[in-house]
């Protein structure tokens, strides 16, 4: 069987490979070639080397900070986000681990709203934030900070459910004779926590951590239908930076394409360190 198996196992394999490769591998070598081009369709191109990345931070000769406020934006935005995410979401996994009753229901109602496309999602609470705001006169693109916050209520609201079902396979995990050893041995609830169950669910947290974090920095729908980038650009996150450069400036999509290689990069970067940091510190059961 496992001759069998090796023999044909090329054969089985191909069609995924040749899917993957017109699906994935193919554009994206070709978008990374077409960052150092000039162009408006994906065949009528015309090569101009760094022009494009030189453009993401000086147009005419002047600073852009356009990109780069995106930038600092988007990574204030991820590390808020995943902090509140994964805190909540391992509280609330936390208690539903504690046999209380209605444990199912709770589960169900905590992971609804990630059942809710993010854009449907983003009107539904668009309507919310300004019906509240108007009693104090303003909306949630009054400030960049106002639109900051809103997406920030959106996401946790959106995500926590889903990463709350993650930390509640993570809990009961855990195998039942080292919580009843740590409690002989006179282990308070804190040194439970600290030295029994935050080592072991070290590898709940490194999947919850690079999804939360991934997520956070690839945010485009709740951003486009909640604030729309306003007031002036200030709440756009990378990706929809990145989209307003390409769709919504003539002659930039080259430009655009160079910005979202450069953002490829630094999502990928992060993501392995985080991943690197994270899985160092698991224990083996």
């Not at 391992?90 to 809710?116: D, H, Q, S, W």
């Not at 486009?224 to 990145?242: D, E, R, W």
């Not at 400036?249 to 430009?255: D, E, K, Y």
């Amino acid at each position: 069987m496992e001759k069998s198996i090796k023999k044909y196992f090329p054969i089985f394999v191909l069609p995924t490979m040749v899917a993957f490769a017109i699906g994935f591998l193919i554009p994206f070598v070709y978008g990374i070639f077409l960052s150092f081009c000039k162009f408006t369709t994906v065949v009528d191109w015309k090569w101009v080397g760094l022009q494009n990345y030189t453009k993401i931070f000086v147009v005419n000769g002047k600073v852009d900070n356009t990109f780069l406020h995106s930038l600092w934006y988007t990574a204030l935005f991820t590390v808020v986000s995943v902090l509140i995410i994964n805190v909540v979401a391992f509280a609330i996994a936390m208690l539903l681990t504690k046999g209380i009753k209605g444990t199912n229901l709770f589960r169900t109602v905590f992971f609804m709203p990630n059942l809710i496309g993010g854009i449907v999602l983003s009107y539904i609470w668009l309507m919310i934030f300004n019906s509240i705001l108007a009693n104090y006169h303003r909306t949630i693109v009054t400030t960049q900070w106002d639109a900051f916050w809103g997406m920030i209520i959106v996401v946790c609201w959106q995500q926590i459910g889903y990463m709350m079902i993650i930390y509640i396979a993570g809990i009961q995990n855990i195998p039942g004779e080292l919580i009843e050893a740590a409690k002989i041995d006179g282990a308070s609830g804190r040194d439970m926590l600290k030295h029994v169950t935050l080592p072991l669910l070290m590898p709940t947290i490194t999947i919850c951590s690079f999804l939360t974090l991934t997520n956070g920095f690839k945010l485009f729908d709740q951003n486009f239908a909640l604030t729309g980038g306003n007031p002036g650009k200030m709440s756009q996150l990378l990706a929809l930076n990145i989209y307003d450069t390409m769709y919504g400036t003539t002659g930039w999509q080259g430009v655009g394409q160079a910005k979202a290689v450069l953002f490829f990069i630094m999502v990928a970067v992060i993501a392995v360190v985080q991943n690197k940091i994270t899985t160092s510190k698991e224990v083996q059961q």
